[in-house]
């Protein structure tokens, strides 16, 4: 068997209908991907078998340094990853064959070298082995190959490299701009208890981008050692250098203070490197991690700032529309169930007046869970469309709201239009015994549009139907011609738009500790999304937690480093050395 049911987040699913035309399931191709324990045990055979390779070309371009031909060494292995990335974005091979959710493009989408999570992992893996090989051998990188270079060229190479130092920190603000704002991966640092695994991996990401930049730093220091310039006039380039791109980028930009940030950070271990005869401090390399950890803090308070606005906007817009996916899903299953139901026969057949028996059987069976949330209202009509009791609203009342425009979303499911802070539904259901009309039962579903799964006990929740608990961190409120119509959340919102005046319709102000996006849809109507602003305690927080994950990631790597140490190196003693000594290496 090929085929399996579709979900309503399939692309490529195919809908079956009877012979009659009408929609019964839809179904999609069986994926071919399995998650046994053989696949697992071949995925796991692959990663080392790339990885005893890449250990095989690592030993033979280190034969190749080892007789003096760094360059060609530095040149095969950047040939090797070059090779072996285009080969894995150009065949998707772990992705076709493997069912991994680090692959999932749903997670992140970055373009053609970052089509997913995982392949922003291996790029990154990749960089860091290729630094890292470089760095073991930055001292016998040689550019003048016996011949002083000019005074002239040296100070471009010096600009050189301070140019790829830039670009480098600057693909990555904006590789990691991309993660934080285009994925749905949780990156808020304040409430570490709910960073999933995903999180986790984004943190890690960002460890190996700093680490690649230090790397990076400390190549060019000893490349720049070798250029005819005094340590006076590599200060004067240095400055020169971060004054101008200051300039330019608050003049096409705006005021960067990360620039300043980065340029403490390379003149302190600059200063160390050539003032001090290649010593390296720890206080200098805690004090750079600090600086790591505070720009690592404003840039993502930044971008979190920017997506947490975005989906802000999409809320607004999504409760203006009135629109609730979550019970359509369940009409589809529901109204065939009730044509099916027994006790709706025999309580057309018996016709009593009687509508409160109607309407707890109706709650208690087919209304508990997701839709306990709305009010419902059934309301029994005859084959002769009268109603059983005389309180009734007219039938043709319903039919007329189908006739003008109101949205049908299942086979006897409509949504009225023009609802404003709230969701109304309603069916019109025949109810038959067999080929016989008994007559028409019409139902009215009435909620608030700002309600969510996540605001009743789990239990009462329907198992198809995923929690949104964003929303549980918003007040909402809705005005209509400068009255409150409704509200929910914990900011009090006063009766009369008196606080509330705009002129564009989206727009964000900030009162009272919370920061509120105002959402005009007409002149007449306004929706208020109000969320309490993120205090400078909460991101010196953050500031504190990354210091401590690059300080553990910092341990981390000096540990496998005395670990390969320790495999090459029989008569090596850990108590011999200093921390600074161990740092350095």
Same mark, same amino acid.
């Given at each position: 068997?090929?085929?399996?049911?579709?979900?309503?987040?399939?692309?490529?699913?195919?809908?079956?209908?009877?012979?009659d035309?009408?929609?019964?399931?839809?179904?999609?191709l069986?994926?071919?991907i399995?998650?046994?324990f053989?696949?697992?045990?071949?995925?796991?055979?692959?990663?080392?078998?790339?990885?005893?390779?890449?250990?095989f070309?690592?030993?033979?371009?280190i034969?190749?340094?080892?007789?003096?031909?760094?360059?060609?060494?530095?040149?095969?292995?950047?040939?090797?990853?070059?090779?072996?990335?285009?080969?894995t974005l150009?065949?998707?091979?772990?992705d076709?064959?493997? #069912?991994?959710?680090?692959?999932?493009?749903?997670?992140?989408?970055?373009?053609?070298?970052?089509?997913?999570?995982?392949?922003?992992?291996?790029?990154?893996?990749?960089?860091?082995?290729?630094l890292?090989?470089i760095?073991?051998?930055?001292y016998?990188?040689?550019?003048?190959e016996?011949?002083?270079?000019?005074?002239v060229?040296?100070?471009a190479?010096?600009?050189?490299?301070?140019i790829i130092?830039?670009?480098?920190?600057?693909?990555?603000?904006e590789?990691?701009?991309q993660?934080?704002?285009?994925?749905?991966?949780?990156?808020?640092v304040?409430?570490?208890?709910?960073?999933?695994?995903f999180?986790?991996?984004?943190?890690?990401?960002?460890?190996?981008?700093?680490?690649?930049?230090?790397?990076?730093i400390?190549?060019?220091?000893?490349?720049?050692?070798?250029?005819?310039l005094? #340590?006076?006039?590599?200060?004067?380039?240095?400055?020169?250098?971060?004054?101008?791109?200051?300039?330019?980028?608050?003049?096409?930009?705006?005021?960067?203070?990360?620039?300043?940030?980065?340029?403490?950070?390379?003149?302190?271990?600059?200063?160390?490197?050539?003032?001090?005869?290649?010593?390296?401090?720890?206080?200098?390399?805690?004090?750079?991690?600090?600086?790591?950890?505070i720009?690592?803090?404003?840039?993502?308070?930044?971008?979190?700032?920017?997506?947490?606005?975005?989906?802000?906007?999409?809320?607004?817009?999504?409760?203006?529309?009135?629109?609730?996916?979550?019970?359509?899903?369940?009409?589809?299953?529901?109204?065939?169930?009730?044509?099916?139901d027994?006790?709706?026969?025999?309580?057309?057949?018996?016709?009593?007046?009687?509508?409160?028996?109607?309407?707890?059987?109706?709650?208690?069976?087919?209304?508990?869970?997701?839709?306990?949330r709305?009010?419902?209202?059934?309301?029994?009509?005859?084959?002769?469309?009268?109603?059983f009791?005389?309180?009734?609203?007219?039938?043709?009342?319903?039919?007329?709201?189908?006739?003008?425009?109101?949205?049908?979303?299942s086979?006897y499911?409509?949504?009225?239009t023009?609802?404003?802070?709230?969701?109304?539904?309603?069916?019109?259901?025949?109810?038959?015994?067999?080929?016989?009309?008994?007559g028409?039962?019409?139902?009215?579903?009435?909620?608030?549009?700002?309600?969510?799964?996540?605001s009743?006990?789990?239990i009462?929740?329907?198992?198809?139907?995923?929690?949104?608990?964003?929303?549980?961190?918003?007040?909402?409120?809705?005005?209509?011609?400068?009255?409150?119509?409704s509200?929910?959340?914990?900011y009090?919102y006063?009766?009369?738009?008196?606080?509330?005046?705009?002129?564009?319709?989206?727009?964000?102000?900030?009162?009272?500790?919370?920061?509120?996006?105002?959402?005009q849809?007409?002149?007449?109507? =306004?929706?208020?999304v109000?969320?309490?602003?993120t205090?400078?305690?909460?991101?010196?927080?953050?500031?504190?937690f990354?210091? =401590?994950?690059?300080?553990?990631?910092?341990?981390?790597?000096?540990l496998?480093?005395?670990?390969?140490v320790?495999?090459?190196d029989?008569n090596?003693?850990?108590?011999?050395?200093?921390?600074?000594?161990?740092?350095?290496?």
């Open positions: 068997n090929n085929l399996e049911i579709a979900g309503l987040n399939d692309d490529k699913s195919y809908n079956i209908r009877n012979s035309g009408k929609y019964l399931f839809s179904v999609k069986k994926s071919s399995t998650n046994s053989y696949s697992k045990l071949e995925l796991w055979m692959w990663i080392f078998a790339v990885f005893l390779g890449t250990v070309i690592n030993y033979l371009c034969s190749l340094a080892n007789r003096g031909f760094v360059k060609v060494a530095i040149s095969v292995f950047f040939l090797y990853f070059l090779a072996l990335r285009i080969i150009e065949y998707a091979w772990i076709s064959y493997f #069912n991994l959710p680090i692959f999932d493009t749903r997670h992140f989408s970055a373009g053609y070298f970052f089509p997913s999570l995982a392949d922003f992992l291996l790029s990154a893996i990749m960089v860091s082995w290729f890292c090989f760095f073991s051998y930055r016998e990188i040689s550019f003048s016996g011949r002083p270079i000019s005074k060229g040296s100070a190479i010096l600009v050189l490299l301070g130092i830039y670009l480098v920190a600057y693909q990555h603000n590789i990691f701009y993660l934080i704002t285009l994925s749905d991966i949780n990156f808020d304040t409430n570490i208890l709910y960073l999933d695994a999180s986790w991996l984004g943190i890690l990401l960002m460890c190996v981008a700093i680490f690649n930049i230090y790397l990076l400390e190549i060019a220091l000893v490349v720049g050692e070798q250029l005819s005094t #340590n006076k006039q590599r200060l004067r380039i240095f400055i020169t250098g971060v004054t101008i791109l200051f300039l330019l980028t608050a003049a096409f930009s705006g005021f960067s203070i990360f620039i300043l940030f980065f340029a403490v950070i390379i003149y302190l271990r600059g200063w160390a490197f050539y003032y001090k005869n290649h010593s390296y401090k720890l206080a200098i390399f805690l004090f750079s991690l600090l600086l790591f950890s720009v690592a803090s404003i840039k993502l308070s930044g971008f979190q700032f920017t997506k947490e606005r975005e989906e802000r906007k999409l809320i607004a817009d999504k409760i203006q529309l009135a629109d609730d996916p979550n019970a359509v899903l369940l009409f589809f299953s529901l109204e065939q169930e009730m044509l099916k027994e006790f709706l026969v025999q309580y057309f057949k018996a016709q009593p007046k009687d509508k409160s028996v109607l309407q707890q059987k109706l709650r208690k069976l087919y209304f508990d869970g997701y839709l306990s709305y009010e419902i209202t059934a309301l029994p009509y005859t084959s002769q469309q009268q109603p009791t005389a309180d009734s609203t007219s039938l043709s009342q319903f039919k007329n709201l189908v006739l003008r425009g109101s949205i049908k979303v086979e499911f409509y949504r009225v023009n609802t404003f802070g709230f969701q109304h539904y309603f069916a019109i259901i025949p109810i038959k015994n067999q080929e016989r009309a008994l028409t039962l019409v139902l009215q579903l009435k909620a608030k549009t700002f309600e969510d799964p996540a009743y006990p789990e009462l929740s329907d198992s198809k139907i995923s929690a949104n608990p964003k929303l549980g961190d918003y007040s909402f409120a809705f005005y209509k011609n400068g009255k409150l119509l509200q929910k959340g914990n009090n006063s009766l009369i738009n008196d606080n509330f005046k705009k002129a564009q319709k989206v727009e964000f102000i900030e009162e009272n500790g919370y920061n509120h996006l105002l959402y849809p007409n002149s007449n109507k =306004l929706i208020v109000s969320r309490p602003v205090t400078w305690i909460m991101k010196l927080a953050s500031v504190s990354l210091f =401590l994950v690059l300080i553990t990631f910092s341990v981390l790597v000096v496998i480093h005395q670990v390969w320790i495999f090459h029989d090596f003693r850990l108590n011999n050395y200093s921390w600074d000594y161990l740092l350095s290496r």
